[in-house]
C-alpha cells in the first residue's frame, strides 16, 4: 500500500495577490472579484502592463477578495487603495445614475447596451469626477438572467416568485412591490441560504454567479430573456491620478482601454460555457418567441418607466432613452 | 511482476517527504512520476501506480509549481502565471489518475461523482479516505486556479463532496491533514458556501491532531482568514508561530514544514503589502499616497 503524505494547500483559494514592487509609484487595487477569476486575472494583466509600459514608473498591487464595496469606497476616499475594480452595485453606491443599466429589461441585445454606455460615458465620467475618481476603464459581469425553480415565461411568472433583490435598495424593493412583485431582500452572502430554506426561489444573476455560486442547483430553471447588463468600473482617486505624468496617464489609458475590449468579448463566452455546463447538469433554458419576447418587453418598459427621477436621476435616465432609441433608427 | 515487486520500494513517500533540503525533491520527483506514467501505460489498471501519480502530481505541483508562483507574484507576474498555469495543468493530471484509481474499486464512479456528488460519495468507505483526500485535493486545487473555466468550476459540488466524505469517515486522518485542508476550503467567503468561523474550529482542530507541529495549518489561516478579516496582529502571530516549529520534532514531515516555513517568512516580509491600512489610521491628508507616488 501506497504510504500517505501530508497534503498542504499552499495557496488558497481566493487570496493571490500580485505585487509589482515598488521603487517608486506604487498603487494598490482593492476588488471583490476572486482570485484566478477572468476579471482578477485580466486587472493583473493589465497590471503588468502599465509597468512595463511605464518602464516600472506605475506598478499596481492588484488585491482580490478585499471585503465588501462599501468599506472599499471608504477605504477609496482615503487613497488606500487608490484603485478600484468596482461592480454595479459598487457603482451605484457611488452614484444613482449608474443604476440605469439595472432597468430591467432596459436594453435588448449587448451591442444596444454598449453604444448607451458608450454615449453616456462623458456624463458617468463627470459624475465620478465629483466624487475625486477618474474611470479608467468599463468593466463586465455579463448579462444578469432570472434563475427560478419554476418556469417563467411572463412578467405574471414573475410576480408569483418569491425573488431575490439586494439588502439595502430600498428603492428597489419598493418599487418591485408596488408593481405586484414579491421581492425578499437578502444579503448576497444569504443567497444561498434563501434558497435552501424556501425563503426565496428565484433571482437574477449572471450565468457564471449561478455557477459559481452553486445557486443553479436549487433553480434549474433560466429565463433565456437578459434582464439587464452588469457593467463595472475600474476607477482611481484623482489624487493619485494626478500624481501620474501626462505620458504615463496616456499610457495607463491605452492598456487599460484594451483590458475593457478583452474582457468585454471573453464575459461572453465565459457565460456561454456556464450555461452550456449547468444544462449538462439539469438547467432548463426557458426559450420564448420573438411576439412573447416583445410584449415582455413593452410591458416591462412600462413599469421601469417609473425608475425615471426616482431610482436613476431623470436626466441621465432620458440620455439613455434617447441614445438607445438613436441606436434603433440607426 | 517485477514491477510489482520494486514499486513499493521505488514510491515509498517518507523518503521523500522526510527530506531536508527541497531542493533534491524538486529534481528527483519528475523522473519518478515519469516513470510511473511508463508503469501506467505498460499496465493501465495497475491501482497502486494510479494512485501515487495521483499524489505525485498533486505534491509536485503543490510543493513546486505553485509555491514557486507564489513566491514569484511578487516580483514577476509572467513567471507566476506561468507556474500556475502549469500547476493547474498538473493539478488536473493528478485528479485523472485518482479518478482512474477510484474507478478500479468503484466502477461508474466517475460518472456518479459529476452526477449527483452528494449521493456518489456514500460509496466510500474508511479505507477510501486516502484516495478521496488526495482525490478531492487535486480537484480543488485545479478548480481553484481555473475559476475562470466554467468547466472547471462547475465541478466545485464533486470537490467538495469528496473532501467532506472523508472527513466524515475518517476525522484525524493523517494527524489533521483533512482539518488542514478545510482551513482552506471554508476561507472562501460566505457566498460560495464557506465560513471563517468554521475555517477556525477547523485550524484549532488542525494544529491540536498535528501537536502544533505542522506549519501548514498556522499558513493556511494566516492566509484563508487573516487577511480577509484584514486581522494583521493575528496573521504575523500565526505566521511566527509557523517559522518557529522546529522541524526535527517531526522528521517525517521535513519537506512541507520546510516549504510551509519559507513561505510564512516570505509572507511575513509582505505583511504591509497584504493588509491595508486601519481606517481610523489612514493619513486624511494623503502623506502615504505622496510618498507612494513621486
Excluded: C
Aim: no cysteine; aromatic share 8%; proline share 4%.
Amino acid at each position: 500500500m501506497i504510504k500517505t503524505f501530508r497534503l498542504v494547500f499552499l495557496s488558497v483559494l481566493l487570496i493571490s495577490p500580485i505585487l509589482l514592487a515598488a521603487q517608486t509609484a506604487r498603487l494598490r487595487l482593492g476588488s471583490v472579484l476572486p482570485a484566478n477569476s477572468l476579471w482578477d486575472r485580466s486587472l493583473k494583466e493589465m497590471a503588468n502592463g502599465w509597468q512595463q509600459a511605464t518602464d516600472g514608473r506605475v506598478r499596481l498591487q492588484v488585491r482580490p477578495s478585499s471585503g465588501d464595496e462599501a468599506t472599499l469606497l471608504r477605504r477609496m476616499r482615503m487613497n488606500n487603495p487608490q484603485v478600484a475594480a468596482l461592480s454595479p452595485l459598487g457603482l451605484q453606491e457611488i452614484d444613482e445614475a449608474f443604476s440605469v443599466f439595472g432597468v430591467p429589461f432596459f436594453f435588448e441585445s449587448e451591442a444596444e447596451a454598449v453604444q448607451v454606455l458608450e454615449d453616456l460615458t462623458p456624463r458617468l465620467r463627470a459624475v465620478l469626477a465629483e466624487n475625486d475618481l477618474v474611470l479608467l476603464n468599463w468593466g463586465h459581469g455579463g448579462w444578469a438572467h432570472i434563475f427560478s425553480d419554476t418556469s417563467i415565461a411572463t412578467l405574471d411568472d414573475l410576480r408569483r416568485a418569491k425573488l431575490f433583490t439586494s439588502a439595502g435598495d430600498d428603492g428597489a424593493v419598493n418599487w418591485y412591490k408596488e408593481n405586484g412583485f414579491q421581492p425578499v431582500p437578502l444579503a448576497l452572502t444569504d443567497v444561498l441560504m434563501g434558497l435552501n430554506t424556501g425563503l426565496i426561489d428565484a433571482y437574477p444573476s449572471s450565468p457564471y454567479s449561478a455557477l459559481v455560486f452553486q445557486w443553479y442547483r436549487q433553480t434549474s430553471h433560466m429565463l433565456d430573456v437578459p434582464l439587464a447588463p452588469l457593467f463595472g468600473a475600474t476607477v482611481i482617486s484623482q489624487r493619485a491620478w494626478q500624481r501620474i505624468s501626462s505620458a504615463d496617464q496616456t499610457a495607463i489609458l491605452e492598456i487599460a482601454a484594451n483590458t475593457q475590449q478583452s474582457v468585454f468579448v471573453e464575459v461572453f463566452e465565459q457565460d456561454a460555457e456556464a450555461v452550456r455546463e449547468m444544462q449538462t447538469r439539469g438547467l432548463n433554458v426557458t426559450a420564448v418567441d420573438q411576439s412573447q419576447v416583445s410584449a415582455f418587453r413593452s410591458e416591462a418598459e412600462n413599469l421601469t418607466a417609473s425608475w425615471r427621477g426616482s431610482m436613476v436621476p431623470a436626466d441621465i435616465y432620458d440620455a439613455a432613452v434617447e441614445a438607445r432609441n438613436r441606436y434603433r433608427n440607426r | 511482476m517485477a514491477v510489482n515487486a520494486v514499486l513499493p520500494t521505488l514510491v515509498n513517500p517518507a523518503v521523500y517527504l522526510s527530506e531536508e533540503d527541497p531542493e533534491l525533491v524538486r529534481a528527483a520527483l519528475p523522473f519518478l512520476l515519469k516513470t510511473i506514467e511508463s508503469i501506467i501505460d505498460a499496465d493501465p489498471e495497475h491501482g497502486d501506480a494510479l494512485a501515487f501519480a495521483n499524489t505525485g502530481f498533486l505534491l509536485y505541483a503543490t510543493a513546486f509549481l505553485q509555491h514557486d508562483a507564489a513566491v514569484a507574484e511578487w516580483e514577476d507576474y509572467e513567471l507566476a502565471r506561468d507556474l500556475n498555469n502549469r500547476a493547474l495543468r498538473m493539478y488536473l493530471r493528478a485528479r485523472d489518475f485518482g479518478i482512474r484509481a477510484v474507478e478500479l474499486e468503484h466502477p461508474g464512479m466517475s460518472a456518479r461523482l459529476v452526477r449527483e456528488p452528494s449521493t456518489a460519495v456514500t460509496a466510500f468507505e474508511v479505507n477510501d479516505v486516502e484516495a478521496l483526500y488526495y482525490l478531492g485535493g487535486a480537484w480543488m486545487l485545479g478548480i481553484s486556479l481555473g475559476l475562470d473555466q466554467p468547466s472547471l468550476v462547475a465541478d466545485l459540488p464533486t470537490a467538495r463532496a469528496l473532501l467532506d466524505r472523508a472527513i466524515e469517515l475518517d476525522e484525524d486522518y493523517n494527524r489533521g491533514s483533512l482539518h488542514a485542508a478545510f482551513i482552506t476550503l471554508e476561507s472562501v467567503g460566505e457566498a460560495l458556501g464557506g465560513s471563517y468561523v468554521k475555517a477556525r474550529e477547523h485550524f484549532e482542530r488542525a494544529v491540536e491532531l498535528s501537536e502544533g507541529l505542522d506549519a501548514g495549518p498556522y499558513v493556511a489561516m494566516a492566509l484563508g482568514v487573516s487577511v480577509a478579516e484584514e486581522n494583521r496582529q493575528e496573521f504575523v502571530d500565526l505566521l511566527e508561530t509557523a517559522v518557529a516549529i522546529d522541524i526535527e520534532e517531526e522528521p517525517s514531515n521535513r519537506l512541507l514544514n520546510t516549504l510551509a516555513q519559507q513561505q510564512a517568512r516570505l509572507l511575513l516580509r509582505h505583511t504591509d503589502d497584504l493588509f491595508f491600512a486601519p481606517l481610523d489610521e489612514i493619513d486624511q491628508d494623503g502623506s502615504e499616497i505622496d510618498q507612494e507616488i513621486q
